[in-house]
């Protein structure tokens, strides 16, 4: 039986401000460049492993029976 994920902190809650034509602006509160990559493949091998286990079919859009045909 697979272990629980580990909760990890997100790394990316930093505001600049800057200068704009308006006047004071902020940069997104998200800068996706900062994610750790790390972090993200591990998102990503859960959501697999979840999906698989709960049944949800995932499909490619440039397979025609892709998602609609098991294997």
Not at 16 to 45: A, S, W
Request: aromatic share 4%.
């Amino acid at each position: 039986m697979a272990q629980p994920s580990q909760v990890l902190p997100l790394q990316g809650g930093k505001v600049e401000v800057g200068e704009t034509q308006e006047g004071n602006g902020t940069r997104p509160l998200l800068d996706f460049r900062g994610i750790d990559q790390e972090l993200v493949e591990k998102i990503e091998y859960d959501a697999l492993v979840w999906s698989s286990l709960h049944g949800l079919v995932v499909g490619d859009k440039s397979v025609q029976r892709s998602g609609k045909v098991p294997g």
